[in-house]
Each structure stands twice: as C-alpha cells, then as structure tokens.
C-alpha cells in the first residue's frame, strides 16, 4: 500500500492497516535520503520534531505523531542483531536510530505505537542502474524473511 506524503492521510492508513488487516508485522519501506546505494534498518521511531511542511504544506498538531504518546518507540524487530547477521551482495546495509523525523519517521513512530513495536522501517535507495526494482525487491525479501525468522513466524 502505497502512502501520501501527507502527515494527517498517513496517520489514517497505518490505524487502517493496524485496525482492519492486523498483520503480525507491518514492514514499511521509505526513500532514503541518501544517494548512496544503501538500505537502512531503522530501530525505532520518535514522536516529536515534526516541523517539515508535508506535501499539503502542514505539519502535524504540536509537531508530534500524538500528543500523549512516549518519546520513542523501539521495534519489536532487533535491527541490530539483523544487520549484523545480513548481508545483500552487492549493497551496503546499515543500522539506524533515526528515521528522520518527516513521514518517514513518522509513519513508523504511527505503526510501532497502534502495533505495540510489530513494524520495521527500511530506507532503500533510489531505482538506478545499479539498484534496480527486482534487485531491490530480491534484497527486501531477503530482510522481510529474517525478519519473520527472528519473531519466530518463519512457518507464515
């Protein structure tokens, strides 16, 4: 499912997916800011800091995701301990603790907090000549399954 860059519309879709679908994880993947051939495992998402103007041009009330909620939320998912047990050939994975603080970060803070730390945040690169969409797709997989081996739903 595709997601605007639109902080309220957003917020809307991930307590959708939470409230409708509930998935035993939700995996979102944003462009990462960088132009490096790199994908970016990110641990957790923040709630406050949100002063970038969405495409709508406004930003989120109190320039947080919600306005009781923690300061940080850790996912569930030890990003850590996947990238330190994963690797893509021919591109160069890193570990993050933060996403950013636009819809990115936003979004995830969004589904870690209706999701109780069920979700994970991927920045992948730009589509190039070198990172193309079925070499990038062949290396999400490859996360999204260690992923689910490390929440034990290998078997799904």
């Known amino acids: 499912m595709q997601l605007p860059v639109v902080y309220q519309k957003a917020k809307e879709q991930v ?3 939470w409230t409708t679908l509930q ?3 939700a995996v979102h993947v944003g462009l990462a800011p960088s132009t490096r051939a790199l994908i970016i495992l990110e ?3 923040k709630n406050k800091g ?3 103007k969405d495409a709508c041009g406004l930003h989120p009330e109190g320039a947080c995701c919600l306005l009781d909620g923690p300061g940080k939320i850790e996912s569930a998912i030890n990003m850590k301990t996947l990238w330190k047990n994963i690797s893509v050939e021919g591109i160069e994975i890193i570990f993050s603790r933060d996403a950013g603080r636009y819809l990115c970060d936003y979004t ?3 589904s870690l907090y209706y999701g109780n730390g069920r979700a994970a945040f991927i920045h992948v690169p730009p589509l190039s000549e070198s990172v193309t969409s079925d070499f990038l797709g062949k290396a999400l997989q490859t996360i ?3 992923m689910l081996e490390q929440c034990g739903m290998d078997h799904v």
């Open 15 to 17: 307590i959708k997916i």
């Open 23 to 25: 998935p035993l994880l």
């Open 43 to 45: 641990q957790c998402g």
């Open 50 to 52: 949100y002063h970038e």
């Open 108 to 110: 995830y803070y969004t």
């Open 144 to 146: 999204i399954l260690a």
